[in-house]
């Protein structure tokens, strides 16, 4: 078992690394620092000396991989791919191009209200779902069903946005339960907090059922539930020990994947609620333009991935022998 | 036998543990509803802390961002707000009197100039300025005003500063400087008037007003380089330290590097020394490039230490105004609260008529300021602002063009007036016409655009009569704003109103219904063919491109940009869109960047050399890297001449008709399409006493007071929860979740 | 690049390939019972038929979008324009089949906005009548000639929902078309010949996929510059990685089929393997993602709009719409057209292209047939 983890997160390592090199390979080869500089200056404006003294001021005045001009070590290090990208790995994020504010501050103290977007999404979320799709499963065939699984189709197609918008119209404008948007640290972020976090959930509700009652219908189709129903043990028992036990192993790969999407709707829910999390910070590093934390964001969304997926498969093969022995 | 039994055993258990099933899911149901039920009675649509609403505090927002707080640097409205709160002036405007009055503030008395001719003589009266050689403005300091408390002043034992070579994790401890251990104050002096005006010159912080301050207070030159040289010293002396410059700027001894312009006389008195005759100097002094700057606070914000942990003087300025800086988040917002070391200020007891009738007297004498703390937030959106407005979030609010038909109704003699709905609420509309100009500027630099050759000219006015601002009013602003003919707005002298002041290239006067409209789009395309590009096809056999400059994408700046393009098509020309973030934006303006934008003008000081100063050629932006407020680069000695000669003249029909011949100028060159002046229209709570706009100046908040408890109790009214709904699908769960376990019972 | 790429002849000539080769596909097909069967399968679904149509019916109008001229320029008098020194004839910008179709309407301004089907303008302006000044609402221009109503600044929004057609057709499609060749092509090698190849493929796809599409996309679009193409490119990218894990496991199974052992023992070269018994036998896995897929990827388009990294705000989509609609909501009275059209004529495509997608699914893979 010890083996396996430990095979696990030596395979993390080059992974991590390939991202390294690819954001690397996207922000300073295919955008070298020297365009990187005109677009910041203005694009007319690329007169050679104000590009040097940006870069210079920036930290992007050494060569890309191999610095000559250095000596010993510092042939490696005192290069752009060694203290701008490489230097991610090791959590240090260095300074934003426009404001020069450390990055790595500014990670820590918006990690916070963004995981208290996402979290309760996510746990909501997967409760909600698998206990409707379990509601679902059971019906199976019937009217409900049929209607339930179009609803679902109904619920994926309409875009995230027009989720946000009605919730905003109807739960802040019309009812008047919550503020429209904003954020305040400490307790008191609970009144904000709660819009984001019901339409987060509402918006994942299609997809999901969806998802689950593919499962279970999968497992409950097996031969093991045909053998437990012979036996004459009750249908709740059936459903709820022997059915959701195994039907939460694909469940639980979702997990990163889930995460994953989160994202996304943390991105979009983080702006239209002005909460000051990690989600709007790459936004607006985006709409200034700002290498820097763009590059960080991306470093730190894939590092997050991939140790989601490191944890599931953990998980896994904690719940399936198969999997580390295999 | 025993398998019949165990069976039916089995059946049972079943039975039994479904039961049991059953009362747990019954219970998590009750359980689900119960806490639905607690969440809905706990509902708030209050957007701040608890407690914050009801306490003495004044709401208000911003939705451009801060770029800086530095007295020296700082020139947008937004941010003078906040400065001028903080920061205090050797001079100001009365409050209440109209037209605007200047009293004194920091000065014991509003200075008057003193005019020396050629011979070293003094000149009396209105001498002419090629007469005058030299102007003195002596001011006297008062005695006994003490700055906010803060870190720089604090001292150690040893009596050095109290964090000199302090080490920056010590102090990531705190959130905020306000919660720094050690703090102190002392007292303003004139030597402190010295540092702000000799830190105009350094040419690092790129001050806009620099070249405006040159070309009137004596040796601003001769010290810009002073500084200069030190700079390069003090670098290289903290280069071989090792010290990195781009993080750790070097501070120059601003107390002791000579300024001819300025002599100390003693703590209390200081004598500006002009090179020219500039009457609006005094003008200048009500702006906070004037407000003194203690040394302490330059060191201070220049410690390694404070610099890692964030604090900067831009971010944090020090002064020894109504208020200080108590919180100072950019991107989500601002407090400030009472400076406990404000002098003694009261608030005044003269006005008009009308501002008694207005209750505006009705605290006459009383102390300065009423209001505990000052709340800015970041919004970056109209909406929310408006909304929460409406639920008493807000005290006061512009009326957003969305929102427009339900706050206003006009009356029968066309004047506006607050609806019925608002005015139950027990809400005030202040209206007034403001100093300010809108207007699409053409970058004079650019090649497609620029240009004072006449086939330019005939583009850009070609370009004018398309872009009708009389509708972009109508559209965007339901009309709440009279369409530019020339830089000056109604109201400030040289304005010409009517038909005498119709600009003759671009509108044309409409007698039937007494107002200006733009001439047909037909004379716009003859003058196309004129400027070489008929139907908007260039010598090149393609269509015109131009660009649109802007910062930011708000839904309405894009709806701007679309209806800009659609006039533009009308022409044949195609108008694309360029955005960029704010700090982007300003530089593209800085180095000449851009090819159209969309800007305006907010009046310094009420006189027309402040609007007609913005063409004049020195004043280019890019001609003086960034330090210029003439961001079109229009530059004609045409102009340049006749604007020198009326800059500085008293007012009278000689200047009139200089005005008058510089607007005209500038209408033929047409370097903008002149947009529009705005009308302000601005709603109050009922409980925000002392509010009267004042379009010049900023330093407005101290006066202003709030009843809290008749706020608390109209949030109380306005904000209870529609919970109905949420009752009704609580009830709809209980029942089918209900039905539900007793149907599979049976 | 982009000269050639906005010209109407490369796009009308992408559009013919497109059209013909798309038509040929289909005739291929057709001659194959598995697929005959597959067709008939989705053919007995009412549901799935309607859905096919009203793609159909989206489609056409994407392509007649596609299509497009340019003008001769014409002066007042109905004479050509010419070049003064060249005496070349000057022509307009151009416009799509459906721009000219829509000139009608789509030149009918309005000053601002205006409800469906009305008749006088939605906001209220100052009349003077009779030495009084009176907030009336004016009669428009071209009264009752908006279906669907006008915007802020007075265009016809129905015009606007369908030109945005083609920006979400071209999304949903083109960055299929650009994922599933990778795909397809890395997926099947991958499989097949497994070994280092493989090693190395599946490293770059863990990197790939390890990087979140949003960010990705962001990033793309930072570095390349906002607009349609390179949404479609960055979105074709991020997304291949899914397909080819597929395609892989697919490609593994099929590798220790007997057919293909026999062909293999036969000498048959491994190309002549892949492309005869691999690739068709995975190419119904490749149809049903890409049809599940479509939906998605319109959607995304209005999210990453939103987000400040989706077409630039001159190309006219359902996210730009809903963007600019979304203050409207709070507006007193409210304007509920602009945002709901996009979203109805959203729905309007994602609905069915998912309704449909399942239909092609459960008729193509009966394993994964849900009931």
């Known amino acids: 078992m010890l083996a396996y983890i430990v095979r696990r997160i030596l395979y993390v390592i080059p992974t991590l690394l390939g991202v390294n090199v690819l954001v690397f390979v996207l922000f300073f080869l295919v955008n070298s620092p020297d365009d990187m500089a005109r677009q910041a200056l203005g694009e007319k404006n690329s007169d050679p000396v104000q590009v040097e003294r940006w870069k210079e001021a920036h930290g992007y005045d050494v060569p890309l991989f191999w610095n000559g001009n250095a000596s010993g070590i510092g042939r490696v290090t005192k290069t752009v791919f060694f203290t701008k990208s490489l230097s991610m790995m090791w959590g240090d994020f260095g300074k934003s191009d426009m404001t020069h504010e450390s990055i790595g501050d500014e990670i820590v103290r918006r990690a916070l209200p963004s995981l208290c977007v996402t979290a309760p999404i996510f746990l909501a979320t997967l409760l909600i779902n698998v206990f409707l799709a379990m509601l679902v499963a059971t019906a199976r065939g019937s009217v409900t069903d049929r209607v339930t699984q179009f609803a679902c189709v109904v619920f994926m197609s309409i875009s995230t946005l027009i989720y946000i918008i009605a919730g905003q119209y109807f739960f802040a404008k019309l009812l008047r339960w919550t503020p429209v948007s904003g954020y305040l640290p400490g307790l008191d972020c609970w009144k904000f907090l709660a819009l984001p976090i019901l339409v987060g959930v509402i918006s994942s509700l299609g997809s999901g059922i969806r998802l689950y009652r593919t499962l279970f219908l999968e497992e409950i189709n097996k031969d093991y539930v045909r053998t437990a129903r012979a036996k004459g043990l009750p249908e709740w028992q059936i459903l709820f020990l022997h059915v959701l036990k195994n039907a939460m192993i694909p469940i639980l790969t979702n997990v990163p994947l889930q995460l994953l999407m989160l994202m996304m709707g943390n991105m979009m829910l983080e702006n239209f609620f002005s909460i000051p999390g990690l989600g709007g910070y790459t936004i607006t590093a985006l709409n200034a333009q700002d290498f820097a934390i763009v590059r960080s964001m991306v470093f730190l969304g894939s590092f997050l991935y991939v140790v989601g997926l490191l944890l599931t498969d953990i998980c896994y093969s904690l719940v399936d022998p198969r999997i580390r022995l295999g | 036998m025993t398998e019949d039994s165990s069976s039916s055993s089995g059946v049972d258990l079943a039975r039994k543990s479904g039961f049991r099933l059953r009362v747990v899911l019954a219970a998590l149901l009750l359980l689900f509803c119960a806490l639905c039920i607690v969440l809905l009675r706990g509902c708030t649509n209050d957007p701040w802390p608890s407690g914050f609403s009801s306490s003495d505090t004044y709401f208000t927002n911003y939705s451009s961002e801060f770029k800086t707080f530095d007295p020296a640097v700082s020139y947008y409205v937004h941010e003078g707000e906040v400065l001028d709160s903080i920061v205090e002036m050797p001079v100001c405007y009365d409050y209440l009197k109209r037209p605007y009055e200047l009293v004194p503030m920091l000065a014991e008395s509003v200075p008057v100039p003193v005019y020396y001719g050629k011979s070293g003589e003094v000149l009396t009266g209105d001498p002419p300025s090629d007469a005058v050689s030299r102007v003195e403005y002596l001011v006297r300091v008062r005695r006994g005003i003490k700055y906010q408390p803060h870190p720089c002043f604090g001292v150690s034992p040893d009596g050095k500063g109290a964090y000199a070579g302090v080490d920056s994790k010590s102090l990531k401890a705190y959130s905020s400087l306000s919660e720094f251990p050690v703090q102190g104050t002392r007292e303003m002096t004139a030597v402190d008037f010295k540092v702000a005006v000799t830190r105009l010159c350094d040419t690092r912080l790129a001050s806009p007003i620099y070249s405006t301050f040159a070309s009137f207070i004596l040796g601003m030159d001769e010290c810009s380089s002073l500084i200069k040289a030190e700079v390069a010293r003090l670098e290289q002396e903290s280069q071989s330290c090792g010290i990195r410059l781009e993080s750790y700027p070097v501070v120059p001894d601003y107390r002791t590097l000579p300024l001819a312009g300025f002599e100390l006389i003693d703590d209390h008195t200081f004598k500006l020394v002009l090179s020219r005759k500039y009457p609006q100097a005094i003008y200048w002094m009500a702006l906070h490039f004037f407000s003194p700057v203690p040394f302490e606070a330059l060191e201070f914000y220049a410690e390694p230490g404070v610099v890692d942990a964030g604090y900067s003087f831009k971010n944090w300025p020090v002064g020894t105004g109504a208020y200080m800086m108590t919180e100072c988040k950019l991107r989500e917002g601002l407090t400030l609260v009472k400076n406990p070391n404000f002098r003694d200020e009261f608030y005044p007891s003269s006005g008009s008529e009308s501002d008694k009738a207005l209750g505006l007297l009705a605290d006459s004498g009383k102390r300065l300021p009423f209001i505990e703390r000052i709340r800015f937030q970041y919004e970056r959106e109209s909406i929310p602002i408006w909304i929460k407005f409406l639920q008493g979030y807000y005290d006061t609010s512009g009326i957003p063009s969305d929102m427009y038909d339900a706050a206003v109704t006009l009356e029968t003699n066309g004047d506006m007036g607050l609806s019925p709905e608002m005015a139950a609420k027990g809400m005030a509309m202040t209206r007034s016409v403001t100093a300010i100009s809108y207007y699409l500027g053409f970058n004079m630099l650019d090649p497609t655009v620029g240009g004072l050759t006449p086939e330019k000219k005939k583009l850009r006015q070609a370009i004018s009569i398309a872009v009708d601002y009389q509708e972009f009013i109508d559209v965007f602003m339901n009309g709440r704003g009279v369409p530019g003919q020339s830089i000056l707005p109604p109201g400030i002298y040289g304005c010409v109103e009517g038909e005498a002041g119709v600009n003759p290239f671009v509108d044309q006067w409409d007698a039937e219904s007494g107002k200006t409209v733009r001439q047909p789009l037909a004379r716009a395309k003859e003058l196309m063919v004129e400027a070489g590009y008929p139907n908007g096809i260039g010598p090149d056999g393609k269509p015109l491109v131009l660009y649109y400059d802007a910062s930011g994408s708000s839904s309405q700046s894009k709806a701007t940009f679309l209806w800009l393009r659609e006039k533009m098509s009308q022409l044949g020309i195609v108008l694309e869109e360029r955005l960029t973030d704010l700090n982007r934006f300003r530089d593209k303006i800085r180095t000449g960047q851009w090819q159209l934008q969309f800007t305006g003008w907010v009046a310094d000081y009420p006189d027309p050399e402040n609007f007609l100063f913005l063409f004049c050629g020195e004043n280019g932006i890019v001609a003086t890297q960034g330090r210029g407020s003439n961001k079109t680069n229009y530059s004609s000695s045409e102009y340049d001449k006749v604007f020198k000669r009326l800059e500085t003249m008293a007012n009278g029909p000689e200047r009139m008709a200089l005005i008058d011949e510089a607007v005209k100028i500038l209408q033929e060159d047409a370097p903008c399409c002149w947009g529009y002046h705005p009308m302000s229209l601005v709603l109050t709570h009922g409980w925000l006493k002392n509010y009267k706009p004042h379009h010049v100046g900023k330093t407005f908040m101290k006066n202003l007071r709030i009843e809290s408890e008749a706020r608390t109790e109209y949030q109380k009214r306005e904000n209870a929860p529609v919970l109905w709904p949420g009752y009704l699908v609580v009830l709809l769960v209980l029942l089918v979740g209900s039905w539900r376990l007793y149907v599979w019972r049976s | ?371």
């Open chain 3, 1 to 371: 690049m982009v000269e050639i790429w906005n010209s109407w002849w490369f796009q009308n000539t992408l559009v013919g390939l497109l059209v013909v080769s798309g038509i040929a596909v289909v005739l291929r097909l057709r001659r194959r019972e598995y697929w005959r069967l597959a067709y008939r399968e989705v053919c007995r679904r009412r549901g799935a038929v309607i859905c096919f149509f009203v793609l159909c019916l989206y489609t056409l109008v994407a392509l007649i979008d596609s299509v497009g001229w340019r003008d001769a320029l014409r002066d007042e008098n109905g004479e050509l324009m010419r070049d003064p020194r060249t005496g070349k004839v000057v022509y307009d910008r151009g416009g799509s089949a459906l721009d000219h179709l829509l000139k009608g309407i789509s030149s009918k301004k309005e000053k601002t906005y205006s409800s469906p089907m009305s008749r006088e303008s939605f906001m209220l302006e100052s009349v003077n009548r009779d030495g009084k000044v009176l907030r009336e609402r004016p009669p428009l221009k071209h009264p009752g000639a908006h279906l669907l109503g006008t915007d802020r600044i007075g265009q016809d929004v129905f015009c606007q929902a369908l030109k945005s057609i083609r920006t979400g057709m071209v999304i949903g499609i083109l960055t299929t078309l650009l994922a599933v060749p990778f795909a397809l092509l890395l997926g099947v090698a991958s499989g097949y010949y497994g070994g280092l190849v493989d090693d190395i493929l599946q490293y770059i796809c863990s990197v790939l996929s390890s990087i979140p599409t949003v960010l990705f996309i962001a990033s793309f679009m930072l570095i390349f510059g906002r607009g349609l193409p390179q949404l479609c490119l960055a979105m074709g990218i991020a997304s291949w990685t899914g397909l080819y894990r597929l395609l892989r496991g697919e490609t593994l199974r099929l590798r220790e089929e007997e057919f293909v052992q026999a062909a293999v023992a036969m000498g048959v070269p491994s190309w002549r393997v892949l492309l005869r018994h691999i690739v068709p036998n995975v190419m119904h896995l490749v149809l049903i993602t890409a049809v599940l897929r479509f939906s998605s990827e319109v959607l995304a388009e209005a999210a990453l709009t939103y987000l400040g990294i989706g077409v630039g705000s001159d190309t006219i989509s359902w996210g730009t719409m809903i963007n600019d609609a979304r203050t409207e909501l709070t507006r007193d009275p409210i304007i509920w057209w602009k945002l709901c059209t996009a979203f109805a004529f959203m729905l309007g495509l994602v609905l069915p292209a998912n309704i449909f997608g399942d239909a092609v699914r459960d008729a193509l893979d009966p394993r994964l047939r849900t009931q």
